[in-house]
């Protein structure tokens, strides 16, 4: 089973910026579009980010211009820039395949907590 490692969270003030960085425990992690989620307390876990294998990426309208999506298929990593951000940014943040079927999903990780103070 694929092991999600996520790191790069913390508390910034508003306006600031984060690294988000997710590894996978695989080795064909290069043919799978990869996604970035979040989920803020009271809420459902929302896609905010995707990239696909080739590179093609995708953005919630929330954090589009804001937030960027790159990855590093040598290092099996995932990558969020987060520029610009709010307070409603605020969320445990997760990576996983980006799909919207539950049963590809590989198992979640930890997630890591972004919170953005005013």
């Known amino acids: 089973q694929v092991q999600l490692v996520e790191s790069g969270g913390g508390l910034v003030q508003s306006g600031g910026s984060l690294r988000l960085a997710c590894t996978a425990s695989s080795t064909i992690f290069h043919l799978f579009p990869m996604a970035w989620y979040r989920q803020a307390p009271g809420k459902q876990r929302e896609l905010v980010a995707g990239i696909s294998s080739r590179y093609t990426t995708n953005y919630a309208d929330s954090v589009k211009g804001r937030f960027t999506i790159a990855r590093d298929n040598a290092k099996n990593t995932v990558f969020l820039q987060m520029n610009s951000l709010k307070p409603e940014d605020t969320a445990v943040y997760y990576c996983?395949?980006?799909?919207?079927?539950?049963?590809?999903?590989?198992?979640w990780g930890q997630g890591t907590q972004v919170t953005v103070s005013s």
């Open positions: 996983n395949r980006d799909t919207d079927r539950d049963s590809d999903l590989w198992d």
